[in-house]
C-alpha cells in the first residue's frame, strides 16, 4: 500500500517549457488535490477533483491544468511554465472532500 | 470568509518541557478542524481532527489538540516535547462556504515552525 505516488521528485525547467506531474493514490479516495507550497504561504490549492470526472478551480489555478485521468490518477500540466511556478507541488487524496486529506512526497520544481 | 490562523511562525521548546502550537479559526458554522505535520522533504501527514464530540482530542506521535468554541481556537500540545517533534505543523479548517456541488475544500494556515531544542 503505497498511498499517494508523485513523480517525478525534482525536476528543472526553462521559461517557456511544458511538463505534467504525475500524481497516483492507491486507497480508493473519491477525491484529489493539486497543492503548491511556498516560503510563509502555506498550501495553496490550485485544482482539485471532488470525484472522478470532475474538476474544479482552488485559489490559484492561473497557468495550469488538470485531467483527473481515472478514479486513482490526477496529473496537474504546466502548460508554459514561468519563474513564478517554482515551488513545491503536493498531491493529496481523500475519501471525500472535505474529510482528512493523505499527501504524497511532493515535487520540487525549479523553474529558470 | 472562513480562514485559519497560526500566529506565531516560529516555537522554540526545550527537550522534556511541554509544547503548544496555536491555531484560530473563523468560520460561519460549526467546524472541522485538523492538524497536520511536516518533516523536512516530505509532505504533510495526518496528525488528529475535530469533527464534534470531547473538546480534547487525541492523534498520532503523543499530540492532543483543545478545541475552545468561546476562543475559537484549536491548539496543539504535547505534554512532554522530543527533538524529533522539530518540524512545521499546520492547522486546518474545512471550508464551509465553497459548497460546489456539495464538496467542501481545506483551508491550511501558514504553517508554524518547531524548533525542540535538547
Known amino acids: 500500500n503505497a498511498g499517494v505516488t508523485q513523480t517525478p521528485k525534482f525536476q528543472v525547467l526553462k521559461t517557456g517549457q511544458s511538463m505534467t506531474l504525475q500524481c497516483a493514490q492507491d486507497m480508493n479516495h473519491n477525491s484529489m488535490y493539486w497543492y503548491r507550497q511556498d516560503p510563509g504561504m502555506g498550501l495553496r490549492l490550485i485544482y482539485y477533483s471532488a470525484s472522478e470526472g470532475t474538476t474544479d478551480k482552488g485559489e490559484v489555478p492561473n497557468g495550469y491544468n488538470v485531467s483527473r485521468l481515472n478514479k486513482r490518477e490526477f496529473s496537474l500540466r504546466l502548460e508554459s511554465a514561468a519563474p513564478s511556478q517554482t515551488s513545491v507541488y503536493f498531491c493529496a487524496s481523500s475519501t471525500l472532500a472535505g474529510e482528512t486529506q493523505y499527501f504524497g512526497p511532493g515535487t520540487r520544481l525549479l523553474v529558470l | 470568509a472562513q480562514s485559519v490562523a497560526q500566529p506565531e511562525d516560529q516555537v522554540n521548546v526545550a527537550e522534556g518541557n511541554p509544547l503548544t502550537v496555536k491555531c484560530t479559526y473563523s468560520?460561519?458554522?460549526?467546524?472541522?478542524l485538523f492538524w497536520y505535520v511536516q518533516y523536512p522533504n516530505r509532505g504533510l501527514q495526518f496528525l488528529l481532527k475535530?469533527?464534534?464530540?470531547?473538546?480534547l482530542v487525541k492523534g498520532s506521535y503523543g499530540f492532543e489538540a483543545e478545541f475552545n468554541k468561546s476562543q475559537t481556537s484549536f491548539h496543539l500540545k504535547k505534554p512532554s516535547a522530543l527533538v524529533s517533534d522539530s518540524a512545521l505543523y499546520f492547522c486546518?479548517?474545512?471550508?464551509?462556504?465553497?459548497?460546489?456541488?456539495?464538496?467542501?475544500?481545506?483551508?491550511f494556515g501558514a504553517g508554524t515552525r518547531l524548533a525542540v531544542h535538547p
Open positions: 486546518a479548517v474545512r471550508d464551509l462556504e465553497s459548497f460546489s456541488g456539495g464538496y467542501n475544500k481545506l483551508i
Open positions: 475535530y469533527i464534534t464530540g470531547d473538546n
Open positions: 468560520v460561519s458554522g460549526n467546524p472541522y
